[in-house]
Each structure stands twice: as C-alpha cells, then as structure tokens.
C-alpha cells in the first residue's frame, strides 16, 4: 500500500491512497501526523484529531480492492503553517480497520507541483581567517615558523592530579572518534602551567612554538579548552600549526544548546554525541528538554507510572502517534542510570545539564494520568497553539501543589548543576476562563487576570526549589506580572524576540538570550523544498545565526544581566536520531562564535565563513553530517 501527497500554490494538500492488499476493504481511516492540525477539502471527513494526529475517513462509503485508489484533499487548519518542505508531508501513515487491525502504508514524500526548481545558491563568499579557530579567540599573535604535529602532541608522564583528569577526558574524547594521532610519545611536548586563579576558570593561554607547546590555566575547564583548541588547529592546518601565542576568554558565561527529547526520543549515545560537539565549540550548558505535552520522558520513583505510561506513542497509547509516530509503540525513558551516565559524561566535558519540566501549559501527557490536576467542571476547552485541547494543569487544584511537590525535588536531587527549568510559555487563550475552582481562587486571592494567576503559580513553585536550594529558571512569560513576575532569583530564557529578553534584563532579571529568529535550529535553513524544518519565526541562514549581539551597543550596561545565549532544536520535524545532524550543523559554529567572541573580535561573515569552511574536517571526523554553507 502506498500513499502520495502533493501540494500547490493554493495549500491544498492532494492525497492518493493506493490499496494493494489481497482483500477488500471498507470499513477503514487513514491514520498520520502532521506539524499541526488540518481541516478537509475534498473527499474526506475527519474522524478523530489531536493536535497533528489526524485519522480521516472517506466521506462516502468506498470499496476498495487491490489496484483501487481513494482520492482526497485537505489543508493546514493554520493560514501561517502553508506547507514549506517535505517536513509538511504526512509522517508515519498507516490504515487502521475496523477490527482494530492496522497495517503499515509506504508514505511519498510530499511533493510541490507549484515551485519551480531552485537556482542553486552560489556559496557565499569567505576569505581566510587569521587563525583556523570556531570561536574566535581574544587574542592571536601569529609569529614565524611551524609546530610540526604530525605525531602529535607528548603529554608529561607525571602531571598533578587536576591535569590527570583533564588529559583523561580529553583522551576519552579524541579515542571516541579515533583520533589517537592527537597523543603519542613521540609528538611535540606539551607544558601546562597552573596559574592558580589569576584568569578566569575558562580562560586559557597557548604558547605553540616549533618544538613545544605551552598551556597556562587556572583551572579544568580552561586547560580543557585549550587541548579543544590544539585539536581542532591540528585538524584545520593538516598538522601544520602556525606558531604563535593566543590569549583566550568566553564572553558569556551561558553557552547552551537545548534538546527537545519530549517530541523525539533520542538515544543516550545521541546525546553523547552532541555533548561531544558542543564541547568541541566550548559550549557550556546542556538544556535538557525532557517533559512537553507528548511525553513525560522521565522515570522518577516517586511517581513510575508517569514515564511508564506516557514514554510511548502510537496506536493505543495515551498519546497517538504525533509527529511521526506511526503505529508505534515509538519512544523511549531515560532511567536515573542514564540521567548520571549524562551528567557524568557532561561534566568531563565542562558541560552543566539543566532539565525542563513544563508547567502550567505543555502539560497533556501528564494530564492523561494525573486528570485531578485539572477542574472536572472547567468549561474554558482551551486549545494550545499546537492543536491540543486542555493541556494546562490548573493552579487551584490541590492535586497540582501534590505532584510539584514529589516532582521537582526529586528531580533536583539528580541534577546536581541545581538549576531546573519550570517552562511556563505558551499558556492556551482562554485557559481557566470557566473553571469554578479558579473562580473561588481568583475571589480568596484578589487576583484579577489569568496573568495574576499564572505568576503566582510560578512563584509558588519557584519557591518548592528555592526551599530545596534550587535555582529556578523559566522560558520569558514567566517574568511578566504586576507583582515582579516568578521573581525568586529565576533564570530567564527568551526566545520570542531580542526585545523581550532586553526588557527582562532591564526589569533586574538574569536572561538567555534564544531568539527564534537567530538561534531555533528547527527552522529551515533555506527555502528548499527537499530540506527538513519549520519557518514560523524565520528561516534562518549562517548568516541569521551569526550576525546580530545580545546586547544593544547603547546600553552595554545591560550585559551585567545577560549572562549568555543558547540555541534551541525542538523535534517535530525529526524522524530519527541522526536528523539532528544537519538541523544543527553548520548554522552550530556561529551560536558558538556569537556565545565566546565579543562584537569587536567577532569575525565579519567572509572570514567567519572561511574559518567554518575547515571546520567541515572536524565534522567529517566526528561522523557529523553537516548541511552546505549558506
């Protein structure tokens, strides 16, 4: 059985389900996702539909026998979703009968009838760069001759403990990917020299002459850091490493790349994997996003029905198969053993891990077990900007002040960067508007608005982390409020605009900047119909991802409050682990240079694009599949 798609100018989604079983059909649906809800044209009803999982039906009774086909159209229920890429196609299509059977359909990739073929993109202009380096350093003194590293570098046999550690995790992760040529007994002799806290933890000094290199540091990270450089100069100069002195400090202190494991479940050594790269681009904070309306993801002794239930999607789950589920079961937990292996492998890296758990919104998979924390005489029928209806857990239910109270200590006793990520965006027009029990609270409390009681709710569950030494941090909505907003020495994350985190940052709060429209790399990176990725903020080029600063050159003062930046991969459009790839790679390199390199020493887009151009070795050395440059 198989199934074609293909869409015009108009949006119109035509569809051909072509059924070649041995017996005949007629009672049946055509189960898919899609980004987002959709509505029917032509030839179709729909029969059920949560958020982009569809389940259509013919709108006249149909026989089908093998060779016959079913014809039918539908759209984008949402003007601003007008399919962009294949990404817009059905995902995990299958043919459920009406004994509950239901079998697998070979899906097409959606096709456009009205786009003509691309010109292709000429590459965009690079020059060589001073040094081959993602980022680019403070300093770079580039002097006469070469360190010749061809055997690599000889690391001292005797070192004290703090660089015993270092050189292990740097071992650990050049013997990953095969890379033992980095380290040899017979390699150039390299010098560490501890300069006990006279730079910063992150700061470092290289001094490569023709028959040795020198490292000075304070600390972990910084000789870390340095060894990231040497490697990747050794890779981008062929062994042939310019000498020369570089004097190296971040800019930001928050360097961070989020995951969206709740739309897709990645494999533990996926996250690895990326662990790796960000730690070959000194990126520092891994944003673990781990809860979201399709999945509670994970396992907690307090309450192990949760990611039992809601782990898996597909046919008969709670939760259908969104997002290319198909069938299923599709999905997967991470256990408290995979949290530590995580963390632990993080840490050698100089990487920090902070988890998300959403709340009040984003909340429907929990809320299909735990339905007590929602009113049972709410009428609102709220539906999320995503399709989905009641999804938002209600502040008044006593059941709600139970689960956050299991929930987030347990989860901030196995995170020990003790930072925990409360979510709070996207709260549903019309949330609470008919709820008896928000009434009653709104009459005790003198609140007035549903802003009113969505900063309360985030103050009072701030305060459960605060009470168990706990920062907590929260997506930008929640700094809004006549009382402060979360308040509680939260850490805010923006994301709808520069403008909203700047007002955060003027407000008093600490803020990382994740614009959608420069650093949500579940955007398409061109208009190419064949490439994967969404376009609701923008569609974002290299260029889009490194050219623009955190901080208004006229009011720099505000860069006491801005304490970094952090890209973002949320996961509608990936199909499996290794799609991660090219959605990061290589707009990832300039999230890097943004996050270390002050605007005066960040390069221009012709150099920075030639300095991108050799990392492509690093990628093909890690076995990362990287889109072109463009």
């Given at each position: 059985m198989r199934f074609f798609t293909q869409?015009?100018?108009?949006?119109?989604?035509?569809?051909?389900?072509?059924?070649?079983?041995?017996?005949?059909?007629?009672?049946?649906?055509?189960?898919?996702?899609?980004?987002?809800?959709?509505?029917?044209?032509?030839?179709?009803?729909?029969?059920?539909?949560?958020?982009?999982?569809?389940?259509?039906?013919?709108?006249?009774?149909?026989?089908?026998?093998?060779?016959?086909?079913?014809?039918?159209?539908?759209?984008?229920?949402?003007?601003?979703?007008?399919?962009?890429?294949?990404?817009?196609?059905?995902?995990?299509?299958y043919i459920k009968l009406k004994n509950g059977q239901t079998i697998d359909v070979f899906n097409e990739p959606l096709k456009f009838l009205s786009i003509s073929p691309h010109p292709k993109k000429k590459k965009p202009p690079l020059s060589e760069p001073q040094i081959r380096l993602i980022p680019h350093p403070v300093l770079w003194e580039k002097e006469?001759?070469?360190?010749?590293?061809?055997?690599?570098?000889?690391?001292?046999?005797?070192?004290?403990?703090?660089?015993?550690?270092?050189?292990?995790?740097?071992?650990?992760?050049i013997n990953r990917y095969d890379l033992t040529e980095m380290l040899s007994r017979n390699g150039i002799n390299i010098h560490f020299d501890n300069l006990h806290k006279k730079i910063k933890e992150e700061a470092y000094e290289i001094v490569i002459k023709a028959d040795s290199v020198s490292i000075r540091a304070s600390g972990y990270k910084g000789f870390f850091y340095a060894l990231i450089s040497m490697l990747q100069l050794q890779i981008n100069y062929n062994d042939s490493v310019p000498c020369g002195k570089i004097e190296d400090s971040p800019r930001f202190s928050w360097r961070g790349q989020h995951l969206d494991c709740a739309r897709h479940y990645y494999e533990v050594d996926s996250i690895l994997r990326l662990l790796d790269l960000m730690a070959l681009l000194k990126l520092n904070r891994f944003h673990w996003h781990l809860i979201d309306d399709e999945s509670f993801r994970l396992k907690l002794s307090s309450l192990p029905e949760l990611s039992k239930i809601t782990g898996f999607r597909g046919n008969g789950c709670i939760i259908p198969g969104v997002f290319g589920g198909g069938i299923g079961p599709t999905g997967g937990t991470y256990s408290v053993e995979d949290v530590s292996r995580?963390?632990?492998?993080?840490?050698?890296?100089?990487?920090?891990?902070?988890?998300?758990?959403?709340?009040?919104?984003?909340?429907?998979?929990?809320?299909?077990?735990?339905?007590?924390?929602?009113?049972?005489?709410?009428?609102?029928?709220?539906?999320?900007?995503?399709?989905?209806?009641?999804?938002?857990?209600?502040?008044?239910?006593?059941?709600?002040?139970?689960?956050?109270?299991?929930?987030?200590?347990?989860?901030?006793?196995?995170?020990?960067?003790?930072?925990?990520?409360?979510?709070?965006?996207?709260?549903?027009?019309?949330?609470?508007?008919?709820?008896?029990?928000?009434?009653?609270?709104?009459?005790?409390?003198?609140?007035?608005?549903?802003?009113?009681?969505?900063?309360?709710?985030?103050?009072?569950?701030?305060?459960?982390?605060?009470?168990?030494?706990?920062?907590?941090?929260?997506?930008?909505?929640?700094?809004?409020?006549?009382?402060?907003?979360?308040?509680?020495?939260?850490?805010?994350?923006?994301?709808?605009?520069?403008?909203?985190?700047?007002?955060?940052?003027?407000?008093?709060?600490?803020?990382?900047?994740?614009?959608?429209?420069?650093?949500?790399?579940?955007?398409?990176?061109?208009?190419?119909?064949?490439?994967?990725?969404?376009?609701?903020?923008?569609?974002?080029?290299?260029?889009?991802?490194?050219?623009?600063?955190?901080?208004?050159?006229?009011?720099?003062?505000?860069?006491?409050?801005?304490?970094?930046?952090?890209?973002?991969?949320?996961?509608?459009?990936?199909?499996?682990?290794?799609?991660?790839?090219?959605?990061l790679a290589p707009r990832i390199l300039a999230l890097s240079e943004v996050s270390w390199s002050t605007n005066s020493r960040k390069r221009d887009f012709p150099e920075f694009i030639g300095a991108a151009n050799y990392f492509s070795k690093v990628f093909e050395k890690l076995g990362w599949a990287s889109n072109q440059l463009v």
């Open positions: 869409v015009g100018e108009d949006g119109i989604i035509a569809a051909r389900f072509v059924y070649s079983g041995q017996s005949e059909i007629n009672d049946f649906r055509i189960c898919f996702s899609l980004l987002s809800r959709c509505s029917s044209v032509s030839g179709c009803r729909i029969e059920h539909q949560i958020g982009g999982y569809t389940e259509l039906v013919p709108d006249n009774p149909i026989i089908l026998s093998e060779g016959k086909e079913w014809e039918f159209s539908f759209e984008y229920e949402f003007e601003r979703h007008a399919p962009l890429n294949v990404s817009w196609g059905p995902m995990g299509v006469a001759g070469t360190c010749d590293l061809s055997h690599g570098l000889c690391m001292p046999k005797t070192p004290p403990a703090e660089i015993q550690k270092v050189i292990h995790s740097f071992t650990s992760l995580i963390i632990k492998h993080a840490t050698e890296l100089g990487i920090s891990v902070m988890p998300e758990i959403e709340i009040p919104a984003h909340a429907l998979s929990i809320l299909q077990v735990f339905p007590q924390m929602r009113d049972a005489q709410d009428k609102s029928l709220e539906v999320s900007v995503q399709g989905y209806s009641e999804n938002t857990i209600n502040p008044a239910m006593p059941a709600t002040w139970d689960f956050l109270n299991k929930v987030l200590p347990e989860i901030g006793s196995l995170f020990p960067f003790r930072l925990i990520h409360l979510g709070c965006d996207e709260l549903p027009p019309n949330v609470w508007k008919r709820s008896p029990a928000i009434n009653k609270l709104k009459f005790e409390k003198n609140f007035k608005t549903t802003q009113d009681l969505q900063e309360w709710m985030m103050q009072r569950a701030a305060q459960i982390l605060v009470e168990k030494g706990i920062r907590p941090a929260a997506w930008e909505e929640a700094g809004l409020g006549d009382n402060g907003g979360i308040g509680n020495n939260a850490l805010l994350f923006s994301w709808s605009s520069l403008e909203t985190g700047l007002n955060a940052a003027r407000e008093g709060y600490e803020v990382v900047m994740c614009p959608a429209q420069h650093v949500y790399f579940d955007m398409a990176q061109t208009k190419n119909v064949l490439e994967r990725g969404v376009s609701w903020a923008a569609i974002i080029s290299m260029k889009d991802a490194l050219n623009w600063d955190p901080v208004p050159l006229e009011e720099p003062e505000l860069e006491q409050n801005i304490i970094g930046i952090q890209g973002a991969l949320w996961s509608e459009t990936i199909i499996k682990d290794k799609d991660m790839d090219t959605m």
